[in-house]
Nanobody
Framework: QVQLVESGGGSVQDGGSLRLSCTASGRALSRYTVGWFRQAPGKERAFVAR???????LYTDSVKGRFTISRDNAETTVFLQMNSLRPADTAVYFC?????????????????WGQGTQVTVSS
């Protein structure tokens, strides 16, 4: 059973930075695609970024150049470095892991999800 735990959320001012972490228990993440999603109040969950099993990355347009997704050397944790944060980035952020190695889920078709971490950016 894979359990994902997100951490690193918090409250920052416009222009600030946060680094989110997603740690998996019960599985190394080296062969798996990991995604970050967010859900703002009153809105649907939306894709933010992903790191593929081959370490290629993809970002939604609104975060390109500001957010960076990466893995740690031990490949048990995936990070989302968020710089130049804006009030529009305020949301609960979730990490998700594909159900099988070497696959890239379509849209939000990930098998394992964390509980989320709150990010609040004030103006």
């Amino acid at each position: 059973q894979v359990q994902l735990v997100e951490s690193g959320g918090g409250s920052v001012q416009d222009g600030g930075s946060l680094r989110l972490s997603c740690t998996a228990s019960g599985r190394a993440l080296s062969r798996y695609t990991v995604g970050w999603f967010r859900q703002a109040p009153g809105k649907e969950r939306a894709f933010v970024a992903r790191i593929n099993w081959d370490d290629n990355t993809l970002y939604t347009d609104s975060v390109k150049g500001r957010f960076t997704i990466s893995r740690d050397n031990a490949e048990t944790t995936v990070f989302l470095q968020m710089n130049s944060l804006r009030p529009a980035d305020t949301a609960v952020y979730f990490c998700a892991v594909a159900g099988r190695p070497w696959m890239i889920p379509q849209d939000d078709a990930y098998t394992h999800w964390g509980q989320g971490t709150q990010v609040t950016v004030s103006s």
